[in-house]
């Protein structure tokens, strides 16, 4: 696992039938520059109640993580589709429950 230093620029979003886009481009001087490219479905902004502004957000925080895991051996793929459990962890951590009190 190498701690990566490369940059993280946000292209903006395009919107499909299937739902959003959201562009990156990762600049590192070790590396060529790369562009990704998150999916999130239209179904995930409606069923699991992700706001529309923080999807950015969300896909920049997994490409970042997934930048630091990321081996020679096996590099990050450049597209990817984010799954119901990603939306999920985001929103807990993002904006938890509220616990009641008696």
């Not at 562009?23 to 179904?43: A, C, G, H, M, P």
């Not at 993580?65 to 984010?82: I, K, M, S, V």
Request: one cysteine or more.
């Amino acid at each position: 696992m190498i701690k990566t230093t490369a940059q993280i620029q946000y292209l903006g979003f395009h919107l499909k039938p299937r739902g959003r886009d959201y562009l990156y481009l990762v600049v590192d001087r070790k590396t060529e520059n790369r562009e990704f490219t998150f999916t999130i479905s239209n179904q995930s902004f409606v069923g699991a109640h992700m706001p529309y502004q923080d999807a950015a957000d969300l896909c920049y925080q997994k490409l970042r993580r997934n930048l630091d895991l990321e081996t020679p051996e096996q590099p990050l793929p450049r597209h990817a589709t984010l799954s119901d459990q990603d939306l999920e962890e985001y929103l807990e951590k993002r904006r938890p429950l509220k616990r009641r009190t008696s």
